[in-house]
């Protein structure tokens, strides 16, 4: 059974960064693309950038510019570099596979604040 693990969120003052990393179990990881949702308090999850396997990348208008998804084949591993933070960007961050694929089983998620 595949399973994502996410990390590297935190607290963070408006205008820094912070780089999550989402670790994907199993050789499914490297033939999908990926991507990374986020979902605040009272709202649905939104997706907000994928990438494909060969490394096309697309974002949400609202991060464009501001934040980089990559990815680590070789690890299992795809990341986001989130920069000039928002206190909107405060969520709890996911990674998963994007649609249309069939989306795996959620991990635990990291949470990300931004305090003004």
């Known amino acids: 059974q595949v399973q994502l693990v996410e990390s590297g969120g935190g607290l963070v003052q408006a205008g820094g960064s912070l780089r999550l990393s989402c670790a994907a179990s199993?050789?499914?990881?490297?033939?999908?693309?990926m991507a990374w949702y986020r979902q605040a308090p009272g709202k649905q999850r939104e997706l907000v950038a994928g990438?494909?396997?060969?490394?096309?990348?697309s974002y949400a208008d609202s991060v464009k510019g501001r934040f980089t998804i990559s990815r680590d084949n070789a690890k299992n591993t795809v990341y986001l570099q989130m920069n000039s933070l928002k206190p909107e960007d405060t969520a709890v961050y996911y990674c998963?596979?994007?649609?249309?694929?069939?989306?795996?089983?959620w991990g635990q998620g990291t949470q990300v604040t931004v305090s003004s």
């Open positions: 990438i494909t396997s060969g490394g096309g990348t």
């Open positions: 998963n596979k994007k649609p249309p694929a069939v989306l795996l089983s």
């Open positions: 199993g050789r499914i990881f490297s033939i999908n693309t």
